[in-house]
């Protein structure tokens, strides 16, 4: 079975393409590891694409006693992959929130790394509202209880609406995520259960820079997500970045990508 098990928890995987080089990625908020079939056109003869579910989506389990989830904790679950795998080296994809799991693979093993791909990744740069959502105390509570009453929160987005305070795209992401319970309950134990996935930006380039790792940020001209200008001096950084804007925004960047890497595989066949 497809999946990395200790105790209660289970991380599940798929395995994508046929390639020599084996390549661990992580999807963005709200989807599962299937979203990296489109991948498959401009990788998969490359590389094995092995795509997990991250916690609270998909097929992936994370026990209460795990939780929130330690760096360390994920890292054991990583080298049993790779030992059952027989992989010593691999490259790191991570789109947006799955940026946090491909960063602490990077601080916990460098020096397995090879490639890094970087999707409008979450953790270079946190975000006001991620910080009031597991901030510890009240405010903790407060986000909590919306889970089962959001009025408050909706009344919220009406009034930043209104005033035009907030890009509506970003307004319409906050809708859509959170117009249902299951959805809210999603919201609050992701970024509850991965507060803890927090870095030394200086130290993940000295690392990057040391190992000498090749690292390629794909940003959207247009996302309100994950700002370009938020997390492109991170690649001014690296001895070995490289950065691609593409004119788009956050939600379908993934596919995005994958489309620009299926073309850049068609032109040198040609």
Known sequence: MPYVLKDNTKLFYRVIGHGSRALLAFHGYGQ???????MEQGLGSDYTIYAFDLFFHGQSHLDKRHMPLQKEFLKELIARFLAKRQLEHFSLMGFSMGGKF????????PERIQELFLI???????????????????LQQLFKRTVVKPGLFFGLLRM???????????LRFAHYQMDSTSKRLRVYRSWVGFRELNFDIRRIVRLLNTHQVEVTMFLGAYDQIIAPKRVGVFVDA???????????GHSYLLQNVATLLHRKREAGRR
């Not at 979450?122 to 959502?133: C, E, M, P, Q, R």
């Not at 930043?160 to 970003?170: A, E, P, Q, R, T």
């Open 102 to 109: 491909a960063l602490t693979l990077v601080e916990c093993m």
């Open 160 to 170: 930043l609406d209104k005033y035009n305070m907030v890009h509506k795209s970003l």
């Open 120 to 138: 409008a990744p979450d953790g270079i740069k946190t975000s006001f509202w991620y910080n009031i959502a597991t901030y510890p105390g009240w």
């Open 238 to 248: 690296l001895e070995k970045g490289e950065l691609v804007i593409l004119q788009a």
């Open 32 to 38: 599962n590891s299937s979203y990296y079939q489109s």
